[in-house]
């Protein structure tokens, strides 16, 4: 027990270029985390768009973010802003924009923006979907007679003695 606590003081003091916080398309990402963890951090990458990165990057994936050099984290980065590029068509999450007609990945605050905009939108030409977001309803069609309450609770009431 006493071995394995004085190896791990040693590896902590050892790994001094260690980085507890690493920084990659404005999110800050625990150097805890494993890398493919870690980059799933940032709002718009997912699993499986974060396990494309690392492949792409050449860099092992049960590694530590934190241990990561200079070079492999700016190359992390530049792979996820770029990866609109070389990822197939369908694994993007802004296919034929509204204003645009292009496809884009959003990431970060690009992905919220872009959200509410798009649900402004609809609110403003009032089509079925922006009436449903601005009641808060459902939207994509679910059931809501006994699933989605909320408010005072429905239904049959106890009789008091």
Request: net charge positive; hydrophobic share 30%; charged share 30%.
């Amino acid at each position: 027990m006493a071995e394995k606590k004085n190896a791990k003081k040693q590896e902590q003091v050892e790994d001094e270029d260690f980085n507890f916080i690493v920084r990659i398309a404005n999110s800050d990402i625990d150097g805890q985390k494993r890398t493919v963890i870690g980059i799933q951090q940032i709002k718009g990458v997912g699993k499986r768009v974060a396990q494309i990165i690392v492949k792409k990057a050449n860099v092992d994936p049960s590694v530590k973010i934190g241990s990561l050099s200079d070079e492999d984290v700016q190359k992390l980065e530049t792979l996820v802003t770029t990866y609109v590029e070389y990822a197939p068509e369908w694994a993007i999450n802004r296919q034929l924009d509204y204003e645009t007609g292009s496809d884009m990945h959003l990431i970060g605050n690009d992905l919220e923006l872009t959200q509410k905009d798009d649900i402004n939108r609809m609110t403003m030409i009032r089509c079925y979907r922006g009436i449903r977001h601005q009641t808060h309803h459902k939207v994509r069609g679910q059931r809501t007679r006994s699933n989605g309450r909320h408010g005072l609770t429905m239904g049959v009431s106890k009789k008091k003695n």
